[in-house]
T-cell receptor, first 113, second 111 residues
Framework: DGGITQSPKYLFRKEGQNVTLSCEQN?????MYWYRQDPGQGLRLIYY???????QKGDIAEGYSVSREKKESFPLTVTSAQKNPTAFYLC????????????FGNGTRLTVT | EDQVTQSPEALRLQEGESSSLNCSYT??????LFWYRQDPGKGPEFLFT???AGEEKEKERLKATLTKKESFLHITAPKPEDSATYLC????????????FGTGTRLTIIP
């Protein structure tokens, strides 16, 4: 079955450490996205990518970095510069960026202490 | 400022008790309104896209409608498995990066 795989499901890190969240899709979608979900808030866009080797900052990109070396993969690195990294992180993809529905992975819950 | 507001925040219904969830928006130039279902600890699952006022979409016990200011998700004779958080997202310009998500309605269906 086609879909989006995020790993790991749970991640624990000490403050000051960088951590990379994995996102892989086999839907052959061009566009990929990273969102952050916090209690009581709507999903907020961190980064998005329309094609390989190209990506753009979203609304809350500070303290995060991404790469898009392959169409299937869009890893997110949470750096030590991110002030409040503890959150539920969601990766999504869409056929294109033109208002086609997003398909989401099942998320990674990151806890930084 | 573009805003998306969902109400109520939480709703508890008896099995079989029909109701509606609301998503109101103040964006200009609506490109599309999306409904998603999210189970605890999982990613959102796409339900519907609505593009213009008057449009309706149905799937099993769910029916989504759209006006110029709001969308309703009607749930008819719900079952316990319909319990989830329902999210709406509004596209207010070209491109999925221009999506504003609401905070969701947490729906609980009591057997």
């Amino acid at each position: 079955d086609g879909g989006i795989t995020q790993s790991p499901k749970y991640l624990f890190r000490k403050e000051g450490q960088n951590v990379t969240l994995s996102c892989e899709q086999n839907l052959n979608h061009d566009a990929m996205y990273w969102y952050r979900q916090d209690p009581g808030q709507g999903l907020r866009l961190i980064y998005y990518s329309q094609i390989v080797n190209d990506f753009q900052k979203g609304d809350i990109a500070e303290g995060y970095s991404v790469s898009r070396e392959k169409k299937e993969s869009f890893p997110l690195t949470v750096t030590s510069a991110q002030k409040n990294p503890t959150a539920f992180y969601l990766c999504a993809s869409s056929v294109n960026r033109q208002n086609s529905p997003l398909h989401f992975g099942n998320g990674t819950r990151l806890t930084v202490t | 400022e573009d805003q998306v507001t969902q109400s109520p925040e939480a709703l508890r219904l008896q099995e079989g008790e029909s109701s509606s969830l609301n998503c109101s928006y103040t964006v200009s130039g609506l490109r599309g309104l999306f409904w998603y279902r999210q189970d605890p600890g999982k990613g959102p699952e796409f339900l519907f896209t609505l593009y213009s006022a008057g449009e309706e979409k149905e799937k099993e016990r769910l029916k989504a409608t759209l006006t110029k200011k709001e969308s309703f998700l009607h749930i008819t004779a719900p079952k316990p498995e319909d319990s989830a958080t329902y999210l709406c997202a509004v596209g207010w310009n070209f491109g999925n990066e221009k999506l504003t998500f609401g905070t969701g309605t947490r729906l609980t269906i009591i057997p």
